[in-house]
């Protein structure tokens, strides 16, 4: 069994098979019913007996091929085409077609005999005819076209062959040749037929899978662009997504989030594009570095909270001087600008126009808050070629501005640049200086005005670096920023004290000491002096340290534990330059002070103001349990008037200038 049967059912088979045998019948028995007829009424007889015989068989002929008739009728008008069980309509068109042979058979073996020439040559003829056209009609289904062709060509020519006469023997053997023709194509049509039935069933097959694939297909591209379409939704929603977040994050990597302006980050990056477009068209450009003066002291004595909506409030007022890109916060309360196309007179004019801006005093939470700022300039391309360099010039301006003069205006010059590298330099030796026994420490002393004796010495430190004096008003300073000032400051302990203690004087001097504000801050200060006494066995009374009033300005808290350790181990504590800084009452009531420095400007300013301010001092320190010393005593006048306004203690040139130890030793033997 090949494929082809196994799609095609028996029933379909015999579906088929009926449909053609009966959609082909109607004419065939309208041939036959006319054939018959004129066989049996055309060829008169001469026996009416015969013709009554014929006529009885010829009742019989048109009785069932009327039945078949009607049958194949009914056929066409209920059942063709359709999907009916095919076995009975087969077996009643079999039934009728076998009746029909047989009566073709009968007419054939009964008429023989009585048949003339042309009437028997006729009869074979119709009988070839009707078995030729049977042959294809009833090729379907091989029992009945067997029968069939059989009952109308082999009775006749059976009886044409065997007739003793033999007149009609060659006519007999055509009709026997013609049925075995007949035979074998019906056979090769049956065949050919059975092949046409599962072709057209194959095709079919193939036209429902082709249909059903083709369903399936469509279902799946229904589904594909459901899901396609999801798809595209959810990408259009991912995409507005990252691209949201791209925006998120490009603004936090170039906002500063509390003033919204161009922080560090987004402001080189304008400025470097800004750089490029102003080099190509051989165009200028004037860096700002606006740094706030006093911002510091908001921050520290009203809150962060409070500084951050100055902050805020400042960069809203830089905003009315410069476009909005071109603008940062640098840090802090630093902020930087660019003014494309500007020359150095309007880079001066945008500078005081923010610096008014930013003076005018601001409410905040019911604070009013007035402010300053120092900007530093610098010039593109006279003064840096790239970005980092244009800041960094603008920079430097505005920090050494600042140490000229709080809230001014200054622009980068080579005098300046000069100046910079010179301490770049200096800051180089510096780091090397005490490895090189570049350090001395000079003593200047301090006299007890009512005994008029030594009470005590100052350690003043010099520094010689190529032959050349360095004074501590440049060298102390840089060692601060460079971060030495710690390492530096433990060294001049150390050797004061050892000196102190190879010291053979009368009375047990004392020794002032100057510390900075790094110095207090580090966290080693406090051991280093501990080690120090400890390795000189000196006691700590003996010890003095001057602190400067700018200490106040630092981290309060942090000065004050300090002080208050160093005070709590019996050592005493100065304060220097006093009325040149920061001081307040409430300052120096929280921090424990043995002595008050009066300042030397005061001293040697004979002005009442001066005198006002020394008669204060003195007061207040009076007030706090403290003792007065005055500096810069030059004059036998001024030794006087300080004494008689109630100094505890002088110390100037007039005494004696800062000396080595080896020239102090000298000058106690001349004096004392
Ligand atoms: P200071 O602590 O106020 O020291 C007094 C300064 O006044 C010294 O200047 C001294 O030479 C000077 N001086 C004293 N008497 C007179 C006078 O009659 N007339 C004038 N015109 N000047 C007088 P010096 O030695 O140049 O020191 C300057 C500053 O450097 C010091 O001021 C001090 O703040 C700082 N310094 C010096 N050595 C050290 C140190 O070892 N550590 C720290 N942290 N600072 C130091
Ligand atoms: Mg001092
Ligand atoms: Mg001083």
């Known amino acids: 069994m090949?494929?082809?049967?196994?799609?095609?059912?028996?029933v379909e088979i015999e579906r088929d098979t009926t449909d053609m045998l009966l959609g082909n019948s109607f004419v065939g028995l309208l041939m036959t019913i006319f054939a018959f007829s004129g066989l049996v009424f055309f060829f008169e007889n001469d026996e009416p007996?015969?013709?009554?015989?014929?006529?009885?068989?010829?009742?019989?002929?048109?009785?069932?091929?009327?039945?078949?008739?009607?049958?194949?009728?009914?056929?066409?008008?209920?059942?063709?085409?359709?999907?009916?069980?095919?076995?009975?309509?087969?077996?009643?068109?079999?039934?009728?077609?076998?009746?029909?042979?047989?009566?073709?058979?009968?007419?054939?073996?009964l008429f023989y005999s009585s048949m003339a020439t042309v009437e028997l040559a006729a009869t074979m003829v119709v009988l070839s005819a009707m078995a030729g056209g049977a042959g294809t009609v009833l090729s379907p289904n091989k029992k009945l076209v067997s029968f069939y062709s059989t009952a109308l060509l082999v009775p006749m020519s059976l009886c044409a062959v065997t007739d003793e006469e033999g007149k009609f023997f060659i006519l007999g053997v055509l009709g026997l040749v013609f049925w075995f023709g007949i035979f074998t194509s019906a056979f090769r049509y049956n065949k050919f037929f059975i092949n046409t039935l599962h072709l057209k069933a194959r095709n079919n097959s193939l036209v429902e899978q082709m249909k059903t694939e083709r369903s399936e297909t469509e279902k799946i591209n229904q589904l594909l662009i459901a899901s396609n379409e999801k798809l595209d939704a959810s990408n259009a929603t991912l995409e507005a997504e990252v691209e949201r977040r791209t925006a998120d994050l490009y603004k936090l990597s170039n906002r500063d989030p509390l003033t919204n302006l161009l922080n560090r980050n987004g402001f080189l990056k304008y400025l470097n594009n800004l750089l490029d477009t102003t080099r190509a068209l051989d165009n200028s450009l004037a860096l700002l570095f606006i740094d706030l003066d006093g911002f510091k002291q908001v921050n520290d004595s009203l809150g962060h909270k409070i500084g951050d909506i100055v902050l805020a409030e400042i960069a809203n007022r830089l905003r009315n001087y410069t476009e909005e890109n071109h603008l940062g916060r640098w840090g802090g309360d630093?902020?930087?600008?660019?003014?494309?196309?500007?020359?150095?007179?309007?880079?001066?004019?945008?500078?005081?126009?923010?610096?008014?801006?930013?003076?005018?005093?601001?409410?905040?939470?019911?604070?009013?808050?007035?402010?300053?700022?120092?900007i530093g300039i610098a010039m593109f391309p006279e003064h840096g070629e790239t970005a980092v360099d244009l800041i960094q010039q603008a920079d430097l301006t505005m920090y050494d501005q600042k140490r000229e003069q709080r809230g001014s205006i200054g622009v980068f010059s080579q005098a300046l640049?000069?100046?910079?590298?010179?301490?770049?330099?200096?800051?180089e030796r510096l780091r090397c200086a005490i490895d090189n026994c570049e350090f001395t420490v000079f003593y200047q002393p301090i006299i007890d005005v009512a005994s008029n004796t030594l009470s005590s010495v100052e350690a003043l430190l010099r520094w010689k670096c190529d032959d050349e004096s360095i004074s501590p008003a440049v060298f102390i300073p840089l060692a601060e920023r460079s971060g030495l000032m710690p390492e530096i400051g433990a060294w001049v302990l150390n050797r004061a004290l050892i000196d102190l203690s190879h010291w053979q004087f009368k009375q047990n001097l004392a020794i002032s000491i100057n510390v900075?504000?790094?110095?207090?801050?580090?966290?080693?200060?406090?051991?280093?002096?501990?080690?120090?006494?400890?390795?000189?066995?000196?006691?700590?009374?003996?010890?003095?340290?001057?602190?400067t009033e700018s200490v106040f300005a630092s981290d309060k808290e942090v000065v004050s534990v300090k002080v208050n350790e160093l005070v709590a181990q019996g050592i005493k504590v100065s304060i220097d330059d006093f009325g040149t800084g920061y001081s307040s009452l409430n300052r120096l009531q929280s921090m424990p002070c043995d002595f008050i420095k009066i300042d030397r400007s005061f001293v040697q300013n004979s002005s009442e103001e001066s005198d006002t301010?020394?008669?204060?001092?003195?007061?207040?320190?009076?007030?706090?349990?403290?003792?007065?010393?005055?500096?810069?005593?030059?004059?036998?006048?001024?030794?006087?008037?300080?004494?008689?306004?109630?100094?505890?203690?002088?110390q100037g040139f007039y005494f004696a200038k800062p000396m080595n130890a080896g020239d102090l030793i000298s000058w106690y033997n001349e004096n004392y």
């Not at 090949?2 to 028996?10: A, G, K, M, P």
């Not at 020359?343 to 604070?367: L, Q, Y």
């Not at 000069?418 to 200096?426: G, H, M, N, T, V």
Request: aromatic share 8%.
């Open 2 to 10: 090949n494929r082809h049967e196994d799609i095609i059912s028996e």
């Open 417 to 427: 640049h000069q100046e910079i590298k010179r301490e770049q330099q200096l800051c």
């Open 334 to 374: 630093e902020f930087v600008a660019v003014i494309p196309y500007a020359n150095v007179d309007t880079a001066k004019a945008v500078a005081h126009a923010m610096r008014s801006g930013v003076t005018v005093p601001i409410i905040a939470n019911d604070n009013q808050v007035t402010l300053d700022a120092t």
């Open 49 to 109: 007996s015969i013709f009554t015989h014929k006529l009885q068989v010829w009742i019989a002929m048109m009785s069932i091929s009327i039945a078949r008739l009607l049958d194949s009728l009914y056929w066409r008008a209920n059942l063709a085409g359709k999907l009916f069980n095919p076995r009975p309509a087969l077996i009643r068109f079999s039934v009728g077609l076998y009746i029909t042979g047989t009566i073709w058979a009968l007419y054939s073996i």
């Open 516 to 547: 900075s504000v790094s110095q207090l801050l580090d966290d080693s200060f406090l051991k280093t002096v501990d080690n120090a006494l400890k390795t000189t066995q000196i006691s700590s009374a003996r010890l003095h340290l001057e602190i």
């Open 613 to 650: 301010i020394i008669r204060a001092t003195l007061l207040m320190a009076k007030e706090f349990g403290c003792k007065t010393i005055a500096e810069g005593i030059e004059t036998e006048e001024q030794k006087l008037h300080l004494a008689q306004l109630g100094t505890d203690y002088l």
